[in-house]
C-alpha cells in the first residue's frame, strides 16, 4: 500500500515548461510595444493682437517656396516638380550655395524654406514634403560634423556632450542664435481649389 | 576508467524543476511591461510614412488627438473629423482639451506638452491647419506628426 502511494505522491509538472511557453508565446505575439515617434515640429506663436505683425522684408533669393495644391502637384520655386524625392537634393543646394548663383539663397543663415499647402492637399503629401526638407537639414548638419544624418537625428539634446555637437552643427553665434538655422516654415494655407 | 564512468553517471540530466519559474518570470515581466491601448479608435488611421522620425522619451507628456474619417459612417458621416480620448470633439473645442490635459501634468511640466497627432493619410490639410491654429491658441506649441518609419530604398 505504502509503496503504491509513493508513485502517485508529487503533480507532474514536467509539462508545466511547455504551458508557460505557450503563454510566453502568446504574449510576445499579440504585444505592441506603443510607439511615439513621429515628426516633431515647434508651431510658432500666436501673433499678438495688440502689436502690429513685425514688417520683415526678405529678399526672394532667400525663399525656397514650395506650393503643393488640392491635386497634390508640386510648385517649387514657380516650376513644377513631379519626383517628390528630388526635393532633398534641392534644398541642400538651395541652403548651401553662399551667393554663388543669383536664384539661390545669400547664405544659410538668411535661407527660408516655406511649405504652404491647400486645404485640399492630402496630409500624405504634405508629409512627405516635410519629410524631405527635414531630411534634407538633417543631412547637411551631419555633414557638418561628420555624421550621418539618421545619427545626427538621435542626438540626445538633453546630454550636454550630445548638444554640443548639435549646436556646433548649427553653428551658434554668441548671440545664442544659430547661424545655420532650420528655417522651414508652414504658411498657412489657401482656400481650396486656389493654386 | 570505470572508476570516472561512476562519477559521470551522476550528472547525466540537467535540472529542469526551475525551467518552469524561469518562464514564468519571462512571462509576468511582459505581461506587466504590456501597455493596453487605452482609447478605443473611432476614426480611420492609416498613418502616412516618414523618414525623419523622433522618438517622445517622456511619455507622460503626450496626449493625443485622432483625425481621420469615421468607421461608423452610417451615423457620423464620411467628413473627417477629431477624436480626443473617447469622443469627437469639434476645432473649437480643442483649447478646453488641452487645459483638461494640461491639468494632468505637474506644475513645472505644463508648458511641455507634446500633442501627438495621428492623422489618416487621406484627411485633408483642411482641419489639420484648423486644428493646428487651435493648438497655437491654447499655447500647446510641441506637435508631433505621429508616423510610422518608411522603409528607404539607398
Known sequence: MRGKDRVT?????????????????????TTQIATDKGILIQL??????????PDIKFNQRNVFKILINSNDDLLVEDERLRDVNSLK??????????????????????????????RGTSYETFITVYDQVEWAYMEMYGERVGMSADDFRKLDLSDPEQKKIYN???????????????AISIAQPSKSGGS | ????????????????????????????????????RQDEQLVEQKLPQATQLKKIEKKSLVSYLYIGKPKNIASFGSEP?????????????????????KD?????????????????????????????????????RKLLYNTPL???QQ
Open chain 2, 1 to 36: 576508467m570505470s572508476k570516472f564512468k561512476k562519477k559521470s553517471k551522476s550528472s547525466q540530466e540537467i535540472p529542469t524543476a526551475a525551467l518552469p519559474d524561469i518562464i514564468f518570470m519571462l512571462l509576468f515581466f511582459f505581461m506587466i511591461s504590456t501597455v493596453i
Open chain 1, 89 to 118: 537634393d534641392m534644398v541642400k543646394e538651395f541652403v548651401l550655395n553662399y551667393g554663388r548663383n543669383p536664384d539661390l539663397s545669400d547664405s544659410p543663415k538668411d535661407a527660408i524654406v516655406s511649405i504652404k499647402a491647400d
Open chain 2, 81 to 101: 473629423k477629431i477624436q480626443a480620448n473617447d469622443n469627437f470633439i469639434e476645432p473649437n473645442d480643442i483649447v478646453q482639451f488641452v487645459l483638461t490635459e
Open chain 1, 168 to 182: 556646433q552643427a548649427r553653428d551658434l553665434g554668441p548671440d545664442g542664435k544659430p547661424n545655420f538655422p532650420k
Open chain 2, 150 to 152: 518608411k522603409a528607404v
Open chain 1, 9 to 29: 505522491q508529487g503533480v507532474n509538472a514536467g509539462s508545466m515548461a511547455d504551458i508557460a511557453f505557450l503563454l510566453l508565446i502568446f504574449f510576445l505575439v
Open chain 1, 44 to 53: 510658432p506663436p500666436k501673433p499678438d493682437p495688440n502689436e502690429p505683425p
Open chain 2, 104 to 140: 494632468k501634468l505637474d506644475e513645472s511640466q505644463r508648458d511641455q506638452i507634446i500633442i501627438s497627432m495621428k492623422v489618416d493619410r487621406d484627411t485633408k490639410m483642411g482641419i489639420v491647419t484648423d486644428v493646428q491654429e487651435e493648438l497655437k491658441e491654447a499655447n500647446a
